[in-house]
């Protein structure tokens, strides 16, 4: 198969931030986490009040106080609300670290294939992406992603193809030359 | 540095500037990265660590060298490096520092020779004191890399970042690989510098020049060695941190040495 000719474009805000969320989500370990988190932290509060009334049950013979119950249950919920919100900061944090280092997304870019793997230049820098170095390829959200770790995706918009045949030759390309590294 | 065999040599460093200085990721292998800031030359006294009564230490001067010869037959096969040399420099690397788990992320093959930079590729010596990391970017290239849990197992503990160098050309005089004693290079000589790529921007330390800092480099070294350089370590105890280190022209190369070729493998040890 002959390589794509190299395609040259602009992401746009939108195209942009989906990448940069796809990857702060990569990052964080919350795109696999999904329901699950949000099952645990709608659950919690229930879960501590079964806990404290267990001890109620066990430790005071159903005698405890509605007092020291709801002083506990504030307590434990409150311990919780503590935790997600420092992970939500944490969360904040990584987010704006990740948007101040990635700001050359909006640069024009030029992405090309050469025999080593995929090579992405901005007017001010480039870089070449290997193909043993990548780990995932996928189109979501009109792109094509050829994802290398955590890291920002190689990244082409649909747009950036003239024809439909032409964005599959690219991405079957992609897919072939990792095949072939991994092997 | 008496008894110790040295050559003088110019090694480039940076000159202190007001706000932060960047580099500019090539990847044409003919081109160097284009770089902001001034620099300056300075004419050193490198000594040969082989001379040293005790030999240089990972954690104590920053750098080491070990004999490790490798099955690798041709150094330009890709396939062999990630198929082979990996697995190598794995168990080199947990032998030599007693680390958990060892992750490799990355290698750079960087040759001289014009020629055969354009065959195959690949990179340019760097020519400027440097550390591959910072304070700030060696966590992140944590987060960059590994998977969440993986990645959160490295982050809980001490971890470090150490790269495996070796020459495999026919000689690695020409343009050797010279680094600091890591204990004379006061961390004010650390300067942190962006690296941009097309789509992040990382941090690595270029160097100032003091007048304390001790240069050392291992002449002759041979393919069955590799030279194991400290570039972060977590640990705050006294173990080195960060490894000052660049390539340099040897001046004292006979006319007609080869040009280097060198492979360096980016490694992450986690002590957890």
């Known amino acids: 198969m002959a390589a794509p000719h190299p395609r040259t474009f602009t992401l746009t805000e939108a195209e942009a931030a989906a990448i940069q969320s796809m990857q702060l989500a990569r990052q964080t370990g919350i795109a696999r986490k999904g329901p699950m988190l949000r099952y645990t932290s709608l659950a919690a509060p229930v879960i501590a009040a079964v806990i404290i009334w267990a001890v109620d049950l066990l430790w005071y013979d159903g005698a405890m106080s509605m007092s020291l119950f709801v002083t506990l249950l504030a307590v434990f919920v409150g311990g919780m609300m503590f935790q997600t919100a420092g992970y939500w900061l944490n969360l904040q944090a990584a987010r704006k670290r990740m948007l101040h280092t990635t700001q050359q997304v909006f640069e024009p870019r030029t992405v090309r294939f050469v025999p080593e793997g995929i090579e992405v230049s901005i007017p001010t820098a480039a870089t070449l992406q290997k193909w043993p170095g990548v780990k995932d390829i996928e189109m979501k959200n009109g792109m094509i992603l050829v994802w290398a770790g955590n890291l920002l995706p190689v990244s082409v918009p649909l747009r950036a193809f003239s024809s439909e045949e032409e964005a599959e030759t690219f991405l079957a390309e992609c897919r072939r030359q990792m095949a072939e590294a991994a092997d | 540095m008496p008894n110790l065999q040295t050559i003088k040599a110019p090694l480039k460093f940076m000159i202190p500037m007001d706000g932060k200085p960047q580099i500019f990721m090539s990847a044409n292998h003919a081109e160097a990265n ?40 041709d150094f330009y096969d890709e396939s062999q490096i990630t198929g082979l040399y990996y697995d190598e420099c794995v168990a080199l690397l947990k032998l030599r520092t007693g680390a958990s788990d060892v992750h490799i992320f990355d290698h750079t093959l960087r040759v001289q020779d014009e020629a055969t930079r354009q065959k195959h590729g690949t990179r340019l010596p760097v020519p400027v004191v440097h550390n591959d990391y910072t304070e700030k970017s060696a966590p992140q290239r944590v987060k960059d890399l590994l998977e969440p849990e993986k990645a959160e197992k490295f982050l809980s503990g001490r ?87 660049t390539g340099f022209e040897n001046p004292s190369a006979p006319p007609g040495t080869p040009p280097r070729e060198s492979i360096e493998v980016r490694t992450l040890l986690s002590f957890t």
């Open chain 2, 159 to 245: 971890f470090a970042m150490v790269n495996v160098w070796r020459s495999f050309g026919k000689s690695a005089e020409a343009y050797p690989l010279a680094a600091a004693d890591a204990r004379t290079v006061p961390q004010e000589d650390f300067i942190a510098v962006d690296i941009v790529y097309p789509d992040r921007t990382g941090e690595i330390y270029q160097n100032a020049h003091s007048e304390a800092q001790r240069w050392y480099w291992f002449s002759g070294m041979k393919p069955e060695e590799a030279m194991l350089l400290k570039c972060y370590d977590t640990a705050d105890d006294g173990r080195t941190r960060f490894t000052a280190h």
């Open chain 2, 34 to 73: 284009r770089r902001t800031g001034e620099f300056h030359m300075v004419d050193l006294d490198i000594a040969d660590a082989r001379g040293l009564g005790e030999p240089p230490q990972l954690d104590r001067e920053g750098f080491e060298l070990v004999a490790c010869p490798s099955a690798v037959t």
